[in-house]
Each structure stands twice: as C-alpha cells, then as structure tokens.
C-alpha cells in the first residue's frame, strides 16, 4: 500500500522556471492539501481540494496553482519560481467520510529555487 | 490563524515527562496532534474533539480545554522514539472545516 507519493523528491530550480510537483494517493480520499515547511514556521496550507474537479485556496496561495482532474491525484504548478518558493512542499490526503480523522501525508518534495 | 505552541524546544533524558501546549485565538472545535522525525513526513498521532472525544495514540495523552481553547500533549516516561517535532492543527475555517492550520512545532530531544 503506497499510501500517498510524491514526485519528484528534490529538484532544483532556476528563478524564473515553472515546474509541475505530483501528489498521487491510493486510497480514495476526497480531500486533498499542498502545504509548504519552512524552518521556524511550521506547515503552512497553499491550497487544497474536496474533490475531483475542485480546488481552494489556503493560507499562502500566492504563486502557485493547482489542478485536481483524476480524484487520486493533485498537482501544485509554479509558473515563475522565486527564491521565496524554496521549501519543502507536503502532500497529504484524508477522508471525507469521517472529518475527525488522520490525514496521510507524502515524503516530501524538497524544492531550492536559486 | 496559525494555533500557538509552547515550548518551541525541550531536551528530555529518557524517562522524564514532557508537556506541549497548544493555544488559538478562535474558537476550537477539535485538535489534531502530529509528529515529524527529521526527514520525514508528520504522522498522526491523535485527535481530540469537542466534547471530550479522543482518538488515536495508546501511550501518549492529551487533553482539550474548549473554555480556555488549549489543548496539551502529555509525553510520560519518554523514550528515545519521541524524539521529533510536534505539530497541533486546528480547523481553517470552524467546526465544518477539515482543512488544518498547524503552529510552528516543537521540537523534542530525548537523550539517554
């Protein structure tokens, strides 16, 4: 059971480059979320998805956008990266079933933006 | 709003007992209790609700205090395993809210 797998792993950008990170999971949740963790400051939310075809914006949205056309997968785009993009960006996913449980998250996308 | 968690930081020798405190400036309906071992993804560790419910891990505790709108994690008799940093999160936006907003962490060292 992959539970919920991020692609890729490290990437290095430069200012400017757009990149694409994957967020698939297999175990048909409906919600979905992107955070981003920067040291001191905890997981912050970029944007999350109730459900195929939806998506919401969270705490820090700005530079990013999101797609959720396959209910298994969400994608987090960044058109012109900056410096101030570097980070470590989390995937998670949980169940709309009951609202008061865990949700699951990926290893990580470690991103440097220089 | 993010929630506020005290302390930032705490070294344990094995065997001693810890307290993390988490605090919001809303109104909370649940607290949600993760842990992060360095280079890892946050695990779930618990949850607890409004009205006194709790769901999740066995040797850990942790109480919610709605009046006050704190919760505290209780690490008792820790072990080397609990060192890592602790995240609670509480709802975005309210009691309908499954989207989680999470305080900056704190981080715990158990040495031996």
């Known amino acids: 059971n992959a539970g919920v797998t991020q692609t890729p792993k490290f990437r290095v950008l430069k200012t400017g480059q757009s990149m694409t990170l994957l967020c698939a999971q297999d175990?048909?949740?409906?919600?979905m979320y992107w955070y981003r963790q920067d040291p001191g400051m905890g997981l912050r939310l970029i944007h999350y998805?109730?459900?195929?075809?939806?998506?919401a914006k969270g705490e820090v949205p700005d530079g990013y956008n999101v797609s959720r056309l396959k209910k298994q997968n969400f994608l987090l785009g960044l058109e012109s990266a900056a410096p101030s993009q570097t980070s470590v960006y989390f995937c998670?996913?949980?169940?709309?079933?009951?609202?008061?449980?865990?949700?699951?998250f990926g290893q990580g996308t470690r991103l440097t933006v220089v | 709003q993010q929630p506020v968690q005290s302390p930032q930081a705490v070294i344990l020798r094995e065997g001693e007992d810890a307290v993390i405190n988490c605090s919001s400036s809303?109104?909370?309906?649940?607290v949600h209790w993760y842990r992060q071992k360095h280079g890892e993804a946050p695990v779930f560790l618990m949850i607890?609700?409004?009205?006194?419910e709790q769901k999740g891990h066995e040797k850990i505790s942790a109480s919610f205090n709605e009046k006050k709108q704190q919760s505290s994690l209780y690490l008792t008799a820790s072990q080397l395993s609990y060192s890592g940093t602790y995240f609670c999160?509480?709802?975005?936006?309210?009691?309908?809210?499954?989207?989680?907003?999470f305080g900056k962490g704190t981080k715990l060292s158990v040495i031996p």
């Open positions: 998670a996913s949980s169940s709309r079933q009951d609202k008061n449980t865990e949700a699951f």
């Open positions: 175990m048909n949740h409906e919600y």
């Open positions: 998805s109730v459900g195929e075809g939806t998506t």
């Open positions: 809303k109104a909370l309906y649940s």
């Open positions: 607890l609700l409004k009205g006194g």
């Open positions: 999160g509480t709802p975005l936006s309210g009691a309908g809210s499954y989207q989680l907003t």
